[in-house]
């Protein structure tokens, strides 16, 4: 590349840190991040998350219910999918009270998806 401004620099890992929001975060040693791929699913999820969103709310509230017995769910909203599960906005309104709720959370798949 033959611009002014720009150069190619070569990185030698030692360590590796994921800090990925609110109580996410870990370490990753410098073979795991070689020897890592893409998702394989991680291309496709947002057409299958909106075709579910689109077309299937009900059956994604079913999998809540199966998955998370006594949380009851009004909404559900698939945010994010990939080959080990995804992540879905819900709304409920807990029966103690009449303030409803809007969290995320994470439901696992029974295998690893490996393609769509």
């Known amino acids: ?55 299937h709310e009900s059956a994604t509230i079913a999998m809540i219910a199966n998955q998370i017995p006594g949380l009851d769910v009004s909404k559900a909203e698939i945010t994010s999918v990939d080959s080990l599960g995804m992540y879905v906005k819900v709304n409920r309104t807990p029966r103690a009270s009449d303030q409803p709720q809007q969290f995320k959370l994470r439901l696992p798949f029974p295998r690893e998806a490996k393609d769509r």
Request: proline content about 5%; aromatic content about 14%.
């Open 1 to 55: 590349v033959n611009f002014g401004d720009f150069s190619w620099f070569r990185m030698n890992i030692d360590k590796i840190r994921f800090v990925g929001g609110f109580a996410r975060a870990g370490s990753v040693s410098p073979s795991e991040y070689k020897a890592a791929r893409p998702d394989p699913i991680s291309e496709f999820g947002i057409h299958i998350a909106q075709h579910m969103n689109e077309d």
